[in-house]
């Protein structure tokens, strides 16, 4: 398997913005008096999970920096579960619908938690590289027209 050229081709990018847009999709029959706590806080958690695994892609040339982000990431995914217990306790949706998205964000959290452990292998260069000497391969371009 090709190493990822961008987040976007991260699989747990790719689970993180599906569960995402399911979570989005289940909120929108959430009652209104919960549009700006469950439905707001829920929506947002599930999306800063892909967000900030953006993030961490773009910080990988510094490892602490890549695993606060897959950290913080994490949290997020966790921060959505919780925000799953308490739609499931408002019945705002079905057992099978919850144990779906949670399963998801199990799977995840372990991918997240894999990435951390294997931050070498997703940061771009060693600790005491001298960034000024790094010069492009030919299938590689500094600048693009997008």
Known sequence: MAAARSFR????????????????????HFPREEQYSL???????????KALLAEAWAR????????NKIDEALGEAYETQSW???????????????ENLDRRYDAIGGMLSRMIDRADDFCKYS?????????????????TDY
């Open 9 to 28: 081709e991260l699989k747990a990018y790719q689970a993180a913005r599906d569960a995402a847009r399911l979570v989005f999709d289940f909120s929108k």
């Open 39 to 49: 439905t707001d806080q829920i929506r947002r958690s599930s999306r800063a999970v």
């Open 60 to 67: 990988r040339r510094y490892k602490a920096a890549f695993v």
């Open 84 to 98: 799953l217990d308490d739609a499931l306790d408002g019945q705002y949706f079905s057992t099978q619908e919850f």
């Open 127 to 143: 600790p005491g590289t001298d960034y000024r000497s790094i010069t492009c391969k030919d299938d590689e371009f500094l600048f």
